[in-house]
């Protein structure tokens, strides 16, 4: 009888051991205070199949990024990616992801908050668990246990079987095999029903180069189509009433034993691939699917003024043209810049060098000739000081503008290219074998040149070469004149300013004398009036009063935020803060001179107006001067007031930020932050202000982007003595819809000014995607740089 009793216990032991596993694979619940510590052996939650992980993975030792991934496989690979503004987490070790009530939250080894996911419609839900499901799907979850978030809500680059697109999310290809931040592909389902692939930094339409409503036969839109992939590898479109639309994919081989994804990799296309689980031999990833069979369609691919050819119809090949060198020998796709030898001025011996079956968009093209010859064609490049590239097709020749974009050499292609070459001794191609298997040059001598015409511009991909000098310039400035914050969180302005850049702490008496007793006034700013005044060795500087703060009790915390950031930055678009008086009632801030006063005293006047070239010089130089506070400060700094009269001119109109007293400082860890009211003026702060929400830097952006439209037009957005803000942003964005920019400027362009029209619309569009509503459709003030300075192709943006 005891034995019985022995062998029932046991085998009821037993019993409910499997049942108490067999609910862990169906519950694979992760518990509130749950933690995981990278480097460590808790590094990961696994998926109750085993083929899915959650947690922190070393992809660049000895950083960790934060993600889902294939736990069961030899060859790694991420399924989703946590990202900050598109850019990847990389923590070092130590670092830790917490789950609690508020949603997930992942610190560096610091304790510093650096991302964190939860509840977004309803703040008020709270978390009571979390799973990694057997799809690869990690999700947040309620007290009903309802999913609140979900990785599969939010794809980065990869679609898992049995996850849906709908308009409301997109994908972004990754930067590299290695760089999990976002890249310059994206794909996204339109809200019109349309699945569109498009180059991210071009203009809207020009930049996609695939849609489904062109390659789908019979294809037709709806208002509420999703792209679907399911476990048997079909990828497909269906309708709201779940009705199917249109296949990608059939699925190519294998069935539901098989790992599936549909990547959009970093050559822009969208693959399907498939991991055989149950076959011998050595398993990898291979691809059964891929939505363009030549990579080379794939616009921007190749960068300006190069080439994509297609090697054995798989692998995409980037090359230079005759004359051109790469930007980056370890990354082609960033395209090719003219190389130093090349003098393209009418006087220079030049040949014409012959390339087959290539050609570019046709945006490039700015003339055209009509039933000429081969020989006529090359004639007439070479005798156009402009003309550095032509195309022949069916006795029709293309002059190409400068710089050249999307360029295509393969058998199917028809036309026949020549790029000038004046420097007679450089090889034609690299590799020759490829690209000019049979190119000889075709010499045009200088004599035959002769009295053929006069030199117009000294143009052509010379421009990218500049932008490639430019940006390096930028760089060694910011470079050579950063320096780090203090440590601020001292109690008093004068131990602040000790531990900053050679502050001095003036007395009153100081101050009055080196006014002259307050004599010369310059203006008034937010807390007091700035006079004229001079040192004893001769500087010339200007004192700003603090009236508000002794006679209204306003103004004490605006007082140390100012000493605190100027007096610890540095940078040639920043005021300089010489020092302070804080003695009583006596307090003043003591600046650097700048001869041309504010921005505002000089662009809105009607005694006339700056040059164009001088504008544009204000604007970029602003905006590295906010990129220096937003980026290069050890404290990351929200200004919080960015307008025209807090941009002071020296005596070269070279722009410099002022007045810090609104600022916010950032730490470290975070992105946002939450502020006591509104900061910042009527008509330059952005809608996040007003709405009781977090604040991040795109604050910063919006103002910038106001005062940016300002610049351009010469007109105030808003009239103070009026109601309601004036639409200047409203005009801005009719006259470039229907193509009319130049009356921006016709009434502000100075005698023998000249403004080129790219360039107009390049500063009218940065201006109109900063203005953004939503804050996440606004660029980063780094983005705006590139932007202004040309050296990023530019979106057509939302009206504002």
Partial sequence: MASATLTFSIVFIISMVVCVLSHSRLTPYISLRSTLTAGSQNFKWVSPNGEFAFGFHSVTPPLYSVGVWFDNISEFTFAWTAKTDNIELRLERGSTLQLSNAGLQVLDSQRRLKWAAGPAENENESVSAAAILNSGNFVLLNQSAAPIWQSFDAPTDT??????????????????????????????????????????????????????????????????????FNRSGSLYLVNSSDIEVATLSTGGEGDGQFLRRVTLDTDGVLRQYVWNQMGSGAASWSSVWQVLDDPCTVKGLCGLNSVCQLIELKKPNCLCLPGFDFMDTEDPSRGCRSNSSQDYSCSARREMVPIPKTNWAKDNDYSNLQDVSESDCMQACSDDCMCIVVTYENNMCYKKRMPLIDGRQGYGIASKAFVKVTDLSIAPFSPPSILLPHAQPVNVTKEEMQGK????????????????????????????????????????????????????????????????????????GAFGKVYRGELLNGRAIAVKTLDKLVHEGQGEKEFRTEVSIIGTSHHRNLVQ????????????????????????????????????????????????GILYLHQECATQIIHCDIKPQNI?????????????????????????????????????????????????????????????????????????????????????????????????????????????????????????WCIQDNPALRPSIKKVVQMLEGTVEIAVPPPP
């Avoid at 001179?593 to 130089?621: C, H, K, P, Q, T």
């Avoid at 070279?654 to 007293?661: A, H, L, M, T, Y």
Wanted: aromatic share 10%; hydrophobic share 40%; with cysteine.
């Fill in 159 to 228: 679609l898992l079987p049995g996850q849906s697109l709908t308009s409301k999310y997109g994908m972004l290809s990754k930067s590299s095999s290695t760089n999990f931040s976002s890249g310059r592909f994206g794909l996204a389902m339109k809200v019109d029903g349309d699945l569109v692939f498009y180059l991210v930094e071009r203009l809207e339409d020009k930049g996609v180069y695939w849609r489904a409503s062109d390659k789908i036969e019979d294809y037709d839109s709806y208002c509420e189509v999703e792209l679907k």
């Fill in 453 to 524: 015409g006069k030199v117009v511009l000294m143009v052509g991909i010379s421009l990218v070469g500049c932008s490639s000098i430019l940006a390096t310039a930028t760089f060694l400035l910011t470079w050579f004149f950063r320096s780090s914050i203090h440590n601020t969180g001292t109690n008093t302005v004068q131990e602040k300013a000790g531990k900053s850049r050679n502050l001095k702490a003036f007395s009153y008496k100081e101050i009055q004398a080196a006014t002259g007793g307050f004599r010369q006034e310059l203006g008034r």
């Fill in 577 to 624: 803060l010489y020092g302070f008086c804080d003695e009583g009632a006596h307090k003043f801030l003591v600046y650097e001179y700048m001869s041309n006063g504010s921005l505002d005293g000089v662009l809105f006047v009607d005694s006339g107006f700056l040059s164009w070239e001088l504008r544009v010089g204000i604007a970029i130089g602003t905006a590295r």
């Fill in 648 to 768: 002071l001119l020296d005596e070269k109109y070279n722009p410099k930020i002022s007045d810090f007293g609104l600022a916010k400082l950032m730490k470290a860890e975070h992105t946002r932050t939450f502020t006591a009211g509104a900061r910042g003026t009527k008509g330059y702060m952005a809608p996040e202000w007003h709405r009781n929400v977090a604040v991040t830097v795109k604050v910063d952006v919006y103002s910038f982007g106001v005062m940016l439209l300002e610049i351009i037009c010469c007109k105030k957005t808003v009239h103070l003595d009026e109601e309601t803000e004036s639409l200047l942003c409203d005009w801005v964005y009719e006259c470039f819809r229907h193509g009319r920019l130049v009356q921006l400027v016709e009434q502000q362009q100075l005698e023998g000014d000249t403004i080129e029209p790219r360039q107009l619309e390049r500063m009218v569009l940065t201006a109109l």
